[in-house]
């Protein structure tokens, strides 16, 4: 876990957390700028959407490094998870056309497989009862982060546009939080504190955020945060191709199970309808 090297180097979750989403808009900001600068102004509609976004990208960010850093990874990881679950009942109690069978089956395949694959039932044991709520925290801003950038592209923002502001909102909740005067900057004269801060800032952040947002209106939340279980399952696979760590057959039983989730979850009319029709008044 990339985060970890900061952690065990002095840097608190919390100032990882906001460090990741700096680094990300500084990179997001000059490829839009470059190539599409007009996705820098979004619809005034979006703006109430942008903000709980942005807001939600803060929480989710501080509450998983709070979780990983009090808590196994696998555990952390498996809680969070059950963010797309939580969407699904948050679908049943409030959209129109509530979700199916197989939206629950497909639920429950992913959020089992992520589990298995990350062996979080190896660690239940003496949990840390602050790292238990940050992520169960962190499973409710995962829903919620997914939740609003739907309702920013329903209201015309496109995700690059999306992105951008919700980081900006995200920098500016952080340095109420915890002020940017008070960041540990010596620690970056360490080359693996930088690496660290850059690594979950482009792969940990951009990246699967930009994926995230740009999925949410061609899928639904839901859907989309049930692909997002596909992360476990690659991480190890990439462990095991790249770095030598062995795979269990628990832990590839577990890889199969988030894999024919997903694909159950693409395939239900009802994830890929109007699971959660949920409109902002103009």
């Not at 700096?22 to 000059?30: D, F, K, P, R, S």
């Not at 504190?193 to 990246?207: N, Q, S």
């Amino acid at each position: 876990m990339i985060a970890k090297n900061a952690f065990d180097r002095g840097v608190a979750p919390a100032r990882l957390a906001e460090a990741r989403v700096v680094v990300a808009l500084a990179i997001l900001i000059v490829l839009v700028g470059w190539r599409r600068p007009d996705l820098l102004r979004p619809p005034p509609a979006s703006f109430p959407a942008l903000i709980a976004f942005g807001l939600s990208v803060a929480l989710v960010n501080g509450a998983y490094y709070v979780a990983i850093d009090r808590l196994p990874v696998g555990v952390a990881i498996s809680l969070q998870y059950t963010g797309p679950v939580l969407l699904l009942g948050f679908a049943a109690l409030t959209a129109g056309r509530k979700p199916g069978r197989a939206a629950w089956v497909a639920a429950a395949l992913t959020l089992a497989g992520a589990t298995l694959v990350s062996r979080a039932y190896s660690g239940l044991e003496g949990l840390d009862g602050v790292g238990m709520l940050a992520a169960v925290a962190s499973a409710f801003t995962f829903a919620s982060y997914l939740l609003t950038a739907d309702l920013a592209g329903r209201r015309g923002a496109h995700p690059a546009t999306v992105l951008v502001w919700g980081f900006l909102v995200a920098i500016l909740a952080w340095a109420v939080l915890a002020p940017w005067w008070s960041w540990p900057y010596a620690r970056l004269a360490e080359p693996k504190v930088a690496l660290a801060v850059l690594g979950v800032g482009t792969l940990g952040t951009l990246i699967p955020f930009f994926l995230a947002v740009a999925a949410v209106p061609i899928l639904s939340p839901a859907t989309a945060g049930i692909a997002a279980t596909v992360e476990p399952p690659f991480a190890a696979a990439f462990a095991w191709l790249f770095l030598g760590q062995h795979l269990g057959m628990v832990q590839v039983a577990g890889g199969l199970l988030v894999v024919g989730g997903v694909i159950l979850a693409a395939r239900s009319r009802v994830l890929r309808g109007e699971t959660i029709a949920v409109e902002v008044a103009p």
